[in-house]
């Protein structure tokens, strides 16, 4: 299956028009026609219908697919270039919201630095792609487990901090003053939907079977100040690693005793490291530089073996 044409296929079912397609890639759009027409013979089946243009039952099918294959794709030009091409002085980090504490602040070089603040299920595809250097992404697991991150293209992985996770109420609240909290006992309460900020909602359904956790808000975004203020003013719960819950204003935080589970950072790279790249490495697995600081409750930095698993943002510059 030829990639171009691929390509034009997704383009084409995306924006749902042959001559907007062929404004974006840049094609007349009897070329669009004819990548069609050729993806269709190669498979033996109609992929779109004209009028209206969209996908057949076997384009639909084939969608599903081709993100996955031209992402690969992409992650396997990226390191080959990287491979070949001279060590950079600069540095891209690709981090989430709540994976950068200040000790790894503190390790970053005083030049030549971007750091980009993305969505949890974007920093491996960031990484992949040559978009960063390294990722720094973070979430719930249980104890020593690794996190789930997509599977977009063979990726070395490191744990180098883990730390407990605790439940944030606003002040006041009748649950504040219990020394620990059961998730089950929770399943009913309002929530806030944060899926890049807090623990994402659908991870708590799954450790209770699937139901329960109702939306009351739903907070889009890498802010994690705008999620601990609408947790403050009683818009819903949420969960969040130790040290960042601690000590947010007009908030109580209760450690969540059960399941058994841990905020786990990991760090992300392809390929050999290079450079920057790998002296930040180094360090931040060496000192555990992710790991917060003592008053956050049960927090170890942790350093594990590498796991090589096949598998418009924010940005601050220095």
Known sequence: MDPHLLRTYVTVARLASFSDAARELGYTQSAVSQHIAALEQ??????????????????????????PLLLRLDAARADVRRTAAAPDAGLVLAVTPTALRGRTAAL????????????REEIA???????ADLGVVDGVAAPSDPLRLPDVAPLTRRGI????????????HP???????????????RWLDAPDTGVPLDQLRATQGGGGFRAALRCDGTDLRTLLTLAAAGHGLTVLPASLAADAPGTVTV??????????????????LRGPAARLAADLEGRGALAPSPRGGQDAAVTAPADRTPHAPTEART
């Open 42 to 67: 190669d498979l033996g089946a109609p992929l779109l219908t004209r009028r209206p243009v969209l996908p057949t039952p076997a384009g639909d099918r084939l969608l599903e697919h081709a993100g």
């Open 108 to 119: 970053l070089p005083h030049t030549g630095v971007t750091v980009r603040v993305l969505a």
């Open 125 to 131: 595809a960031e990484v992949a792609t040559g978009g």
């Open 161 to 172: 901090a883990e730390e407990s996770v605790h439940v944030v109420l606003p002040q006041g």
């Open 175 to 189: 649950l504040g003053r219990r020394r620990g909290l059961r998730l089950a006992d929770l399943v009913d309460a």
């Open 255 to 272: 450690p969540l005793t059960a399941p058994r589970v841990v905020h786990r950072t990991e760090l992300v790279h392809t390929g050999t």
